[in-house]
């Protein structure tokens, strides 16, 4: 029985850690594809929230933006900021993202709490580095970003329908305000 007790416990810790690091894996959806021919020095820099689903770490959260800068160890610092107008504070949340293979991919992993990554795939970005279409592991995260305000209703229908094409039901996607 001891013997058993042996093999059981580690086995079963490490089923259970599977399956947590699999529910926070740095993979893309089915059906996307992360932009070729990236150019990660002319993504840095600060990007507008636009779009995004009804996360928890979001709720009612307004003028949301995310800061992109280069650490000296070669990570990218990810900072994250929106306004909660409920509780009518602003909240800010550093994080890190990698690249997961080559930098002239877009597929990056993000953690704001180590050791916890979660995928980061830009999947669509235009010519200028202005607007930007991001995917989560999953279809159940999905960002429309942009270096200002307000989208071009053109490039708003573009990202919309690959959205769609991919599997996301853009129908619950929460329109941010920014003031």
């Given amino acids: ?14 089923i259970l850690g599977l399956i947590i690091l699999n529910s926070c894996s740095a993979g893309i959806p089915k059906g996307a594809t992360a932009v ?5 020095d002319k993504y840095l820099g600060k990007w507008y929230e ?3 689903f009804d996360y928890r770490f979001e709720k009612n959260m307004d003028n949301v933006t995310a800061t992109y800068s280069q650490n000296p160890n070669g990570t990218i610092r990810v900072d994250n900021k929106g306004y ?15 690249f997961v293979k080559d930098k002239t991919e877009a597929r990056l992993k993000v953690s704001f709490f180590k050791p916890i990554w979660a995928g980061y795939n830009v999947i669509d970005i235009d ?24 989208i071009p209703e053109s490039i ?5 329908e690959k959205a769609k094409r991919i599997g996301y039901n853009t129908d619950e996607l929460i329109w941010v305000k920014h003031d």
């Fill in 84 to 98: 909660d107008y409920i509780k009518k504070e602003w909240k800010e949340s550093i994080g890190e993202a990698k």
């Fill in 1 to 14: 029985m001891k013997n058993i007790q042996k093999i059981a416990i580690p086995v079963s810790l490490g």
């Fill in 127 to 150: 010519e200028n580095y202005q607007y930007a279409l991001i995917a989560g592991s999953n279809l159940k995260y999905i960002w429309i970003l942009s270096r200002t305000k307000e």
């Fill in 36 to 40: 070729t021919h990236f150019n990660a």
């Fill in 50 to 52: 636009i779009a995004r």
């Fill in 156 to 160: 708003k229908q573009r990202f919309l």
